[in-house]
């Protein structure tokens, strides 16, 4: 039997290859996938500027499907299971593994990065990272699965709570289900968001942000210190070399600052800007076994992915679909793929 993937044969070289289907091996099962979603490191790899990214790769770690076969020691109960798929495969006995935190592992190894991921009609994967979704969970929901866990990842690290007041630089995908997490989940008193696109902040005020700052002409600190705000937590979801730096001078003594995303580029901070403060930075990869806090998220109604899903396109249409993701940041923020019904 035949499938369709989509291959980055090199950087900038997409395919939509047909091959053979795969059988799971020992321990894995088999994904017919029906819905991907495209995240900016899909973009990266097709680009070449993701430094994890080994070529040729089918990518995508974003999907959601039904488990159409089983390896050897895989319960046959699986078979016909709704499930969203944890991208992160890790060693499970090196340091970070042994203190919760796989997301980091010595052998860390990503579906869509490392190994191939979703953008697939069929993908096999390791059965533990197939978790089953409820049938009251849209498959639209269950494949923005991965994208909150984000979210709790770093909400993990800060630990909000009502008396804060929190700073999310960026209203893109990642800054937008922040915004959610901290609203609906963690209660925070004040959520402020900043951003230089008008149409991604008003997703963000869609998403629960209390304060909206166009920081393209208006000083943040100037506009917040205007409206009496000092932030205790602030997450840079934007990942500018300049925001770290912002950050610190920004925010209220003993507060939090969480860095989402990763630069090449250098930026400076001086320590006494943080040792003054007693400031807490942390920084956040992928997920560390988030998937079942965030499915019990949706099973209790505490956030709204459909939100910020803005289009749809078939797996055919993979290269349109990437181009506008990449391109259209006034219009777009989430992007599906229907691989497969």
């Known amino acids: 039997m035949k499938i369709k993937s989509v291959v980055i044969k090199e950087p900038g070289q997409l395919v939509i290859d047909e091959h053979e289907i795969s059988q799971p091996l020992p321990g894995e099962v088999r994904v017919k996938v029906q819905l991907a979603g495209i995240c900016g490191s899909d973009v990266h790899i097709y680009r070449g500027h993701n430094p994890f990214a080994k070529y040729p790769r089918v990518i995508g770690h974003e999907f959601f499907g039904v488990v159409d076969a089983v390896g050897e ?39 869509g990065v490392h190994r191939d991921g979703g953008f697939s009609e069929s993908a096999c994967v390791p059965a533990g990272n197939a978790h089953e979704i409820a049938d009251h969970i849209t498959d639209e929901m269950a494949v923005m699965i991965e994208p909150f866990t984000i979210a709790a990842n770093i909400c993990e690290q800060l630990k909000p709570t009502s008396l804060d007041t929190a700073l999310v630089y960026g209203a893109g995908p990642m800054g937008l289900t922040v915004i959610q997490a901290l609203k609906n989940v963690y209660q925070v008193k004040q959520v402020i968001v900043a951003d230089r696109i008008p149409e991604r902040l008003s997703m963000a005020k869609a998403s629960g942000a209390d304060v909206l700052i166009d920081n393209t002409h208006q000083p943040l600190k100037e506009t917040l210190s205007g409206k009496g705000i000092l932030p205790t937590l602030i997450i840079d979801a934007a990942c500018h070399p300049s925001i770290l730096d912002e950050a610190t001078r920004l925010i209220s003594p003993a507060g939090r600052i969480g860095i989402m995303g990763f630069s090449s580029e250098p930026c400076t901070i001086t320590q006494q800007a943080i040792t003054s403060k007693e400031l807490t930075i942390f920084s956040s990869r992928l997920n560390s076994n988030k998937f079942p806090l965030v499915i019990s998220w949706l099973n209790n109604q505490k956030i709204n992915p459909d939100a910020l899903i803005t289009h ?24 599906l793929l229907e691989i497969s019904k």
């Open 73 to 111: 020691g895989v319960s046959a109960d699986k078979l016909g299971k709704r499930v969203s798929v944890d991208p992160v495969i890790s060693c499970g006995h090196c340091y970070p593994c042994q203190i919760g935190r796989p997301n980091v592992c010595k052998e860390l190894t990503v579906l």
């Open 312 to 335: 749809k396109f078939s797996i055919n249409e993979v290269e349109t679909a990437l181009a506008v993701f990449e391109k259209d940041q006034k219009n777009c923020c989430k992007v």
